[in-house]
């Protein structure tokens, strides 16, 4: 696994922002909090999730999504979004929504896994700040959750992918883990060879047991230990 | 899981076309060859799918994408297509795009399984049509795939969730095998609990074993067996 | 005139549907209810169409219409509604709009007419239903109507153009009707030569006599004679 | 019929430009040419229109579309197009397109069939010019034709409605003829109540006779006669 | 400068409208008005402003922007609210929005300060109606405002800059005073060549005096003076 | 004004790259180069900028632009793009595109000023780095440029606006000079109260200071003294 390295409050004015490091990839999520929900909302809070590149972000330039994204950014998104969700008791925020904004700066692979670990972190030091200032009774942090990538290239397995892995790997995958260790979400495709199950079972192994090393990091970072 | 139904060359003009049921849930699933491929394909063919829900197909009526689709409908075609072009040798028909349209009849829960399902048999049908009409020389297929979705349910696994199981399931997932049973892809969430390895490990074979029943469907409905 | 059938209640979810065929042309017409009105609607309720094609259900690959519709599309749509809100007395059902959705699957000429033809007959099935579920006290059902393309063919009269009489036709004309025989919408262009008054009003006569056998037909289905 | 008056070279940039006068209707019609032809022309040049809607030509604001047309002005669009390009030989001027914008300044009704007899006239002024120009070899006018509106309110038949017939009228309608009498274009709705056709030839029949007289005095305002 | 001419109550419905001539460059300004506000505006009324060019306004058709405006358009709209807010006391029409619609009939330079000249003059005649019709107790209007446009050409200065001008202009300056003499607005850039100060001051010179012409005439044309 | 401090290459894949602080308001302006020009640009290069804020980079959050930009958006990067293409010879870099994007990490005032300033450093990298790798012969650099706002607040000039000033300002202006002093663009408005000429001569005076002394500084960052 890549150096990870997480610099709380990078920004000005939101509840919360990390700019969170993994290797040459770097990743700002912030958490802003409106009093309002979405319509689908009948009880409680919510807490959704943007993703986008920076123009300058990739090696060849990418172009702003200003009339619709990618199905690939809606793709990130929904995954970044569906798994912080997991962390959080959205009754103890009713009437509330949590926007998790990831903003790429850097990308050498891995910027679904950043966002989201980034995102938790700001997301529990929010939760800390929201019951400081009274908003929340009790913080809505339920548990932590931990994200990783793994591949498999030239049949070995690959945690933490950089770019130049993730173009070369002949699968990919993507895992988040809750702190007990249980799977929150898998995401992956074999894209050059399907893969063996025993393969994938190590893959996930190796996954899990990074993410909750990552987990440790993030709450001793929020001096949340 | 539910009872599968296939019914081939349900439409007049494309190449293949596979009206497939399963449950209540229906989809049309067609394949249409163009001559030209996307800008981002240096050698070879190019496969891409799109998926779409027909306004009456929800039990409330479902508002039709005509400004940009939302996440879960673009979330949705990138796991349709992915699979699918594992399923072919894309070099077999270098210079031509398949385009796998999913288009939603009826929705009661596995739509995504559904379209993949339907559009492999169609794929595998339009495959041989290629070669017969000397398109290709050999049929680009290379390797039959099957999706099911399983979910944990008051503890219990279920496979192949129709509407109510999956908004009362605990965690959904979707898996693609190949027909040799090595993983193609999986994406999955916990939605309410994370998921203990162990129950995810029988959801799999679970699931596998199901794919795998399915495919020899399809192969004898295509008369491939 | 071509072979015309009618497959009611031909999807699962909407408050009624047909799948109406007229030789090679397949187009399913559903109505879905809402308790909601456009604000345009000072009084009463309101009904509106939509239509789409099915990307195979053309010959080429139909590109979706998904950042904005064709001008040909909003044309039809609106013919579709006009005429359909000729059948319904819509302050009968005040406070709700009834939506048509026309979504084609087969494209061999005469679309249009056929998706107005399967409209009327869900319209008639929805009216009853709505009846019978308490929802408005008579049926709004006011007059049937029946829809006809006709055009001139190296100087005949064709009625129901399929797609390769409509592509050779010097005027192409589609005819709406009450079941009183009166003139509900006349939609036409002389694509190539212009039409004599003579002509025309031979055209009108025969469609009007093909509209009113397609009413009957619709009413025998319907189980409403 | 309103009074009608014609305002010829009314801009000052376009091959051809006409301020059209009918009552409290004006409308401005041009043609612009260009050396493209769209990619659907397989042989010959092209003739297309487009119609829209000062934002202060409404009693009520009218929203400027700038995210979108809506269906009236699509359909309207198209009418025009049509029914213009059976005025001229497209083969005649091979290579080029004519595109006639109809920009309304104060609609009081019969703001479409305006816009046509408009664009009629600068179509002609076009043709001429193109050939004076040595654009084309001889003129690419082929036939004048012209538009003329009719209703029926309180069961009489009125011509050329304005803007307070239109909200009353029972059915509405629209028609283009031919400088011989022949119909171009027929566009129609009984709004309230079905049409007897009986009706509807005399409503034919007199908007025949109004549109010949307008064909008559737009060319003499063109000097063409 | 060139001749510059007013046409009050050139279109019939909205509350005021100039057709406003200088030189070869046409513009219409009109103003309605909505009884409502949007959002932002916390007390008082709002004034806000349009602009589009009609296509054949331009030398080469100019395209309608149907799908979003350009920066360009967006840029010349600000301009003309802005300075146009400055006109008025919007505390003076509390709950009212003013919407200054300006369309270009032909394009010759000089379009946006033609723009903001006659919506000037349309803002003080709807004023003044507002008043007389009891909307408001006391006219809003604060200031008349004149708008100039100023150019180097070969080191000279040219003021209002026609098209040709414009095109080969070293640099090209819009300004807006008030009718007191002092700066409303200054937008300019150097295009060609930096612009030494001095040279600045006698154009910002020379444009005020012409503005304060303008603002002149503008009162004699509406009786104001 | 401000203490003003600039981060080089604060990215890791464009050109060029730096974070800019102005006070609490941080920006990246990075310089990406393309070797194609858009279709307007006959002779030479083309250099064309970007602006974005970050969602959380203000008090409230900030919606993304995804589906067209605002008018304020559309505005400043015109603003940045006409400025900086002052500072280069296109001529030098014939068939090449510089895209410059200016992306907000917190806004706090003087962002359009701010992202001048640090495109223009990013700028002067870029064209020593493209002469160093040989893309051209001679640096592209012809001026340095430097921008700066300023404003009247309670009769006082004020210049560096940040937010809770430029909120309060009676007039506010955005000025950009060359390194000889000389105007490159001006654009300002008098939100309040119209501005004396005397009163604006001694806002030009002090702006031109402060913008001589951030080139000064930015030249010395940039080793290029």
Redesign the interface.
């Known amino acids: 696994m890549r150096d990870y390295s997480f610099d709380v409050d ?5 509840l919360s ?1 990390v700019l969170t490091r993994a290797g ?1 990839t ?1 990743v ?1 999520s ?1 958490v ?1 909090l ?1 009093d309002t929900v979405p319509s689908h909302v009948v009880s409680g809070g919510w807490l959704t999730a ?1 993703y ?1 590149l ?6 060849t ?1 990418f172009k ?9 950014t ?2 990130i ?2 995954i970044i979004g ?2 912080l969700r ?1 962390s959080v008791d959205m009754q103890a925020f009713s009437g509330y929504t949590m ?1 998790v ?1 990831c ?1 790429v ?4 692979g891995g910027t679904r896994t950043t966002s989201v670990n980034g995102g938790m972190l700001a997301v529990a030091i929010a939760c800390k700040r929201m019951q400081e200032r009274g908003i929340v009774e009790k913080s809505p942090l339920k ?1 932590w959750i931990g994200a990783v990538s793994g591949g498999i290239i030239d049949g070995e397995i690959v945690i933490d992918l950089d770019y130049e892995h993730d173009s070369r790997a002949e ?1 990919d ?1 993507n895992f988040v ?2 702190e ?12 050059r ?5 025993k393969v ?2 190590e893959l ?1 192994a190796e996954s ?1 047991s990074c993410a909750l090393q990552l987990i440790k990091k993030m709450k001793t970072v929020a001096g949340l230990e």
């Open positions: 990078f920004l000005v004015h939101p922002s040459n770097r700002i912030s802003s409106s943007e986008s920076l123009p300058a972000s990739t090696s330039r702003r999504e200003r009339s619709g994204v990618s199905g690939r809606a793709e998104q929904r569906r798994s997991m926007t904004d903003d700066l850097d990308a050498d548990s699968s995958f883990f809750a007990n260790g249980r799977i929150i979400e898998i995401q992956g495709t074999a894209e060879e399907p893969l063996d199950e994938f079972l996930l899990r």
